[in-house]
């Protein structure tokens, strides 16, 4: 009935029909509040992505959230450097990977539009939520419901080689959302959720696992 709506509005007024929402609206505030002058390249016609993903309009904010933090150029684009620096992360095979699994059209940079879809395709995976169970319950070698910076290093390390002590101090933090030197399930969760394309960092993990969530997985990285 809304699409139907839409459409007789838009052929009354006679203007292409678009599928702004609300989201788009909060999104626009946003790019405001963060001082972008141009608000186009962060309105995405969020009835869409709401519609496909189920997204709520304080998740979509929260991604813009972490995009603006990217130091988008005057077009709204973010550059691989400035990508891999607010996921904490180091140039590797796997960084690269990440940051081309959402660069669909492989130009070397990503739009907003690119980062949100990449990441809720992610997040809302049948197979996420599990996902992040086990790359928690894996990276607690001692079974204590916490991990350590040394287990989380030890974790990470597996994933891209050769990081150095500041650079995993970097990525704890980053999971450690309560800031207490440990990692909790419900720290490793919250940051997952906020940036789950960082589960592929924890691939390694679930190798050994059944054909489910290896089948998972795959789809993830």
């Keep these: 009935v809304l699409v139907q709506t839409g459409r007789a509005m838009a052929s009354a007024l006679n203007v292409a029909q678009t599928y702004h929402s609300f989201a788009d609206y909060a999104l626009l505030s946003k790019a405001a509040e963060a001082g972008q002058e141009r608000f186009s390249p962060f309105m995405v016609e969020m009835a869409q992505v709401q519609k496909l993903y189920h997204l709520s309009s304080s998740e979509a904010v ?39 699994f959402i660069d669909v059209d492989n130009d070397g940079i990503i739009t ?56 995993i101090q970097a990525l704890f933090e980053l999971f450690d959302t309560d800031g207490d030197g440990r990692i909790s399930k419900d720290d490793f969760i919250t940051c997952l959720k906020r940036n ?26």
């Design 62 to 100: 929260g991604f813009l959230e972490r995009f603006l933090a990217m130091n988008p150029d005057s077009s709204g684009c973010v550059q691989y450097q400035d990508f891999i620096r607010v996921l904490r992360l180091k140039h590797s095979h796997l960084s690269e990977h990440i940051f081309g």
């Design 112 to 167: 907003f539009k690119e980062f949100l879809v990449g990441s809720i395709h992610v997040l809302k995976l049948p197979l996420f939520a599990r996902a992040c169970e086990v790359a928690f319950n894996e990276s607690d070698e001692d079974k204590d419901h916490y991990i350590s910076l040394f287990e989380f290093g030890g974790s990470t390390s597996a994933a891209i080689p050769d990081l150095t002590t500041s650079e």
């Design 196 to 221: 789950p394309l960082l589960i592929a960092h924890f691939s390694h993990l679930f190798m050994h696992k059944d054909l489910d969530a290896e089948t998972g997985l795959a789809e993830m990285v």
